[in-house]
């Protein structure tokens, strides 16, 4: 059991907990942000609730393997389950056990040398003995014999031409985004960060709604950045100088 000064150390971990949390919530209602509050803590929660990256079924499809084919691939597919499973057992980062750009060296390696011994591979295999070794020749192995009929397909690779926003506009929305977050008193990145704008400016959304589903913005950050939206589809687009009541041609979501 613990002594009593380490559990008096460890209550005072919470101790003032409740009159910190009045203080800013006090704080919240002077300034009228409470929904902004409530808004952001839903938004948490509900981005916490997404399912992991690692259950993804593609997931083993690393930075780089994307131009392999697919001899290569069946190799990047196991190799990345036996670091997967390394770095669980170890309680450590993946890239711990081996590095995306080392595991599809070794993938591209294997592929053309299958029967070369694995200790004749690059030269960051010599890290690999004993135990740790056998684990590594077993992931190779178990690649090797997967049928030919079940190797993974190479992706098809996407021509995505993205539509270049008009950088004049693009400016002067950051720039009004950097005005009003003064007057809030608050960073203009928490009030539209520049990949939000930028997906604005590209879209050109007519509502708060849109606003929101254009650029992921919260309400709260959609409602206020309206004005200056708006100016940009008219006023030759200075964002500078919309009027306050413009607000109302925004109809927010209900």
Same mark, same amino acid.
């Given at each position: 059991?613990?002594?009593?000064?380490?559990?008096?150390?460890?209550?005072?971990?919470?101790?003032?907990? !409740?009159?910190?949390?009045?203080?800013?919530? *006090?704080?919240?209602?002077?300034?009228?942000?409470?929904?902004?509050?409530? !808004?952001?803590?839903?938004?948490?929660?509900?981005?916490?609730?997404?399912?992991?990256?690692? !259950?993804?079924? *593609?997931?083993?499809?690393?930075?780089?393997?994307?131009? $392999?084919?697919?001899?290569?691939?069946?190799?990047?597919?196991?190799?990345?389950?036996?670091?997967?499973?390394?770095?669980?057992?170890?309680?450590?980062?993946?890239?711990?056990? $081996? +590095?995306?750009?080392?595991?599809?060296?070794?993938?591209?390696?294997?592929?053309?040398?299958?029967?070369?011994?694995?200790?004749?591979?690059?030269?960051?295999?010599? @890290?690999?003995?004993?135990?740790?070794?056998?684990?590594?020749?077993?992931?190779?192995?178990?690649?090797?014999?997967?049928?030919?009929?079940?190797?993974? $397909?190479?992706?098809?690779?996407?021509? @995505?031409?993205? !539509?270049?926003?008009?950088?004049?506009?693009?400016?002067?929305?950051?720039?009004?985004?950097?005005?009003?977050? +003064?007057?809030?008193?608050?960073?203009?990145?928490?009030?539209?960060?520049?990949?939000?704008?930028?997906?604005?400016?590209?879209?050109?959304?007519?509502?708060?709604?849109?606003?929101?589903?254009?650029?992921?913005?919260?309400?709260?950050?959609?409602?206020?950045?309206?004005?200056?939206?708006?100016?940009?589809?008219?006023?030759?687009?200075?964002?500078?100088?919309?009027?306050?009541?413009?607000?109302?041609?925004?109809?927010?979501?209900?």
């Amino acid at each position: 059991p613990l002594p009593a000064r380490l559990l008096t150390y460890a209550s005072d971990d919470t101790k003032y907990l !409740e009159t910190i949390a009045d203080a800013l919530t *006090e704080g919240l209602q002077k300034l009228n942000r409470i929904a902004w509050h409530r !808004e952001c803590c839903e938004r948490v929660v509900k981005t916490s609730g997404l399912p992991d990256r690692s !259950e993804d079924k *593609e997931s083993w499809r690393v930075k780089g393997s994307s131009r $392999l084919s697919s001899s290569e691939l069946v190799f990047v597919r196991e190799l990345w389950k036996w670091r997967d499973e390394e770095a669980r057992k170890k309680d450590r980062p993946a890239f711990y056990i $081996l +590095k995306n750009e080392d595991l599809i060296e070794l993938a591209g390696w294997r592929a053309k040398n299958p029967q070369t011994p694995l200790h004749q591979g690059p030269s960051f295999l010599t @890290r690999f003995t004993g135990e740790k070794l056998a684990r590594l020749e077993n992931a190779v192995r178990s690649a090797e014999n997967i049928p030919r009929a079940e190797w993974p $397909l190479p992706q098809k690779r996407m021509e @995505r031409k993205e !539509e270049r926003p008009d950088q004049e506009k693009l400016d002067r929305l950051l720039a009004a985004c950097k005005t009003l977050a +003064k007057e809030l008193q608050i960073q203009p990145s928490f009030l539209a960060s520049r990949s939000a704008l930028t997906a604005v400016i590209q879209h050109q959304p007519r509502s708060v709604e849109k606003v929101m589903e254009v650029s992921g913005m919260m309400q709260w950050q959609a409602e206020l950045m309206a004005p200056a939206i708006k100016a940009m589809s008219g006023n030759n687009g200075n964002a500078s100088s919309a009027p306050a009541s413009i607000r109302r041609d925004f109809q927010a979501p209900s």
